[in-house]
């Protein structure tokens, strides 16, 4: 059996956690048994992730759960997989994931793969399945021996595919210690694009833009496109952009299924953590700039005037 | 405070990532090494930081070779007080974890550092191992820090923004940027990191339980297309249709 937990933040499913569900939904076809999903605390309508594969849903009530403390949590979806006897945990390769991951591993006494790329694959009692290494320059196939195994998987891989209908939602009673963590404040960017990690469209600018007071065209650009914006480490470093924006080996590390880069050169750093876009379009005045080398599309221009005409093309498609 | 520090060695960011010919292992041939950024820069300047303020030590603590030990010296160079190497050639976090949380479970350590995440594994899994492994409090991706009377308030990365947290000592946090700023070395500092105590230990019996058994490198792009800076209806055309991303 297959155990998903699927995140939610105030009470609605993230994509990530559609994505896990259905991930989970795939597992189970090759590991064999039921995939089954847990949620924690107060959400909405959980029985729609059938919808993704789940047979059943359970839900864990606690207050605690309103804030996230990774012992808390850990223990919750831990004592539900031994509970479950679940044999592949699954969560999904964010923040909370990436806090909880670990602590399940050690938990189970499991195996774990942080950021999948691949549905496993099965061989004996061996689990076979890819991740991104090295900040994004090579993958890597791992083997997971264990008896149980933890899974996080990266987002942007494995698109979200309704393939049945909502189930019941039924409550599990676990052992719970009291939360260590309080939470004092949340700070969320106002907007309604996606953040980062889990942004289709990405438009990215760098030092070309020759100051903060010329982001306008790239805010335009990003709103024609209902894209998110991002930067380059210097960008971010000057303080021209917020530090969540940028994106590289050091930053954020995105695959979104289209990034723009311009006015940025291409350093190695980073490529390292945008690379593995799908589609890079590259926008500089310089025809030898090395991120050229990495673009799928080009153009060769002076972003202060490519910029607006793009836009107004984007526009136009639009509308049409 | 008695602070802890997890450093790794990982391979320059400028390096180029190959593999043997069969792909099963990394080709370490004219790689240099560098302590993880995110350890470096972030969670040992920070705990440096807190022992100047405060008082107390800082150690650093590695599980590797001896090829580590260049690394581990310039985190004595930074302003560590000692250093402990676990002399193995750990395959996985869990084994890593385990032999770090062996070392701490007597250290009555207050805080222990890590780093987001290594730079080449890039599994953000070790520190949450640790703090399972010692039923300690984790917070991840912190990237300010601030402690008074045994009480934390560390600002953390989440999805779109960040969440301010509270939380008592002990317990682990993962180091993100911003939580410090980079520290050159000094040549005193060099100096005096000679004589600072330096144990290697041997590591404790423990299995791998995932390994990379595989590596590949990603296929070329096929070159890029080039359009008309004055043409931009072309490039929309070209998203839409051809790549089918907008
Ligand atoms: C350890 C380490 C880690 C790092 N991590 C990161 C990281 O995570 N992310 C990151 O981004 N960087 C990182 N860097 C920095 C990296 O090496 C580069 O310095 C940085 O990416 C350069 O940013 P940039 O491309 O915006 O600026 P530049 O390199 O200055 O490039 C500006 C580009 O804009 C173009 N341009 C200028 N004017 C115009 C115009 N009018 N129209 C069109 N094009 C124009 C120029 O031709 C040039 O290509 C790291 C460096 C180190 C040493
Ligand atoms: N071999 C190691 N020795 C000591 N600490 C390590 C080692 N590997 C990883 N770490 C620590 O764990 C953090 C996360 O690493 P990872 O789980 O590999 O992404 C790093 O930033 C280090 O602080």
């Not at chain 1, 048994?33 to 047979?55: I, M, N, P």
């Not at chain 1, 469209?201 to 496109?225: C, F, Q, T, Y």
Request: net charge negative; hydrophobic share 45%; glycine share 8%.
């Amino acid at each position: 059996m297959v155990l998903v937990f699927a995140e939610a933040s105030k009470g609605q499913f993230k994509k990530t956690a559609l994505e896990a569900v259905t991930y989970g939904y795939k597992t189970a076809q090759v590991v064999g048994g039921d995939c089954v999903v847990l949620t924690l605390g107060e959400v909405d309508d959980a029985g729609q992730l059938g919808k993704y594969g789940a047979s059943k849903v359970f839900n864990i009530a606690n207050a605690g759960f309103a804030e996230f403390d990774s012992q808390l949590f850990a223990a919750a979806i831990g004592n539900a997989a031994k509970e479950l006897r679940a044999k592949v945990v699954v969560l999904s390769h964010t923040s909370m994931g990436k806090a909880l991951l670990g602590r399940l591993a050690v938990r189970l006494n499991a195996g774990s793969v942080a950021g999948a790329k691949t549905v496993p694959s099965v061989d004996g009692n061996t689990l076979m399945v890819t991740k991104g290494v090295f900040s994004g320059k090579a993958t890597a196939e791992y083997a997971i021996s264990s008896e149980i195994k933890v899974i996080s998987l990266a987002s942007n891989e494995i698109p979200p595919e309704e393939t049945g209908t909502p189930v019941d939602v039924e409550n599990l009673n676990v052992d719970l210690p009291a939360p260590k963590v309080k939470v004092l404040e949340v700070n969320l960017q106002s907007g309604d694009t996606a953040p980062l990690p889990e942004a289709e469209l990405v438009v990215s600018a760098g030092r070309g833009m020759k100051g903060p007071e010329n982001w306008g065209i790239i805010e335009d650009l990003a709103a024609s496109l209902g894209a998110t914006t991002a930067c380059s480490r210097p960008v971010a470093d000057t303080g021209w952009r917020p530090h969540h924006e940028h994106v590289g080996q050091t930053g954020v590390a995105i695959k979104p299924n289209l990034y723009f880069a311009i006015g940025i050169s291409g350093a190695i750093q980073h490529l390292a953590g945008v690379n593995q876009s799908k589609v890079i379009v590259v926008i500089n005045k310089d025809p030898e700039a090395p991120f050229f080398k990495a673009a799928d599309y080009g153009v060769v221009g002076d972003l202060f005037d490519v910029v607006p005409l793009l836009t107004e093309a984007v526009k136009k498609f639009k509308a049409a | 405070m008695k602070l802890l520090v997890c450093v790794s060695k990982t391979p320059d960011t400028t390096a180029k990532i190959s593999f043997t010919d069969d792909g099963s292992e990394f080709n370490a041939a004219g790689v240099t090494y560098i302590m993880n950024p995110y350890d470096e820069w972030y969670a040992l300047v920070r705990a440096v930081e807190l022992m100047e303020k405060g008082g107390g030590t800082v150690t650093v603590i590695n599980v590797g070779d001896a090829s580590n030990d260049q690394t581990i010296r310039k985190g004595l160079a930074i302003g560590a007080t000692d250093a402990v190497r676990v002399n193995a050639n750990p395959k996985s976090a869990l084994y890593i974890a385990k032999q770090i949380a062996e070392h701490a479970k007597d250290g009555n350590y207050d805080i222990i550092f890590c780093g987001k995440e290594s730079i080449d594994y890039n599994g953000s899994e070790v520190g949450a191992m640790v703090a399972e492994f010692l039923d300690l409090p984790f917070i991840s991706f912190g990237n300010k820090f601030e402690i008074e009377n045994n009480t934390a308030t560390i600002e953390r990365e989440i999805e779109g923004g960040f969440e301010k947290c509270q939380v008592a000592t002990p317990f682990v946090v993962s180091s993100a940027k911003g939580m410090a700023a980079q520290r050159i070395p000094n040549m005193m500092g060099i100096m005096k990191a000679k004589k600072k105590p330096f144990v290697v230990v041997e590591p404790v019996e423990f299995p791998d339980y995932s390994t990379p058994v595989s590596y590949s490198l990603p296929a070329k792009k096929t070159g890029v297309k080039l359009v008309d800076p004055e043409n931009m209806d072309e490039l929309v055309r070209l998203l839409n249709e051809e790549a089918k991303v907008i």
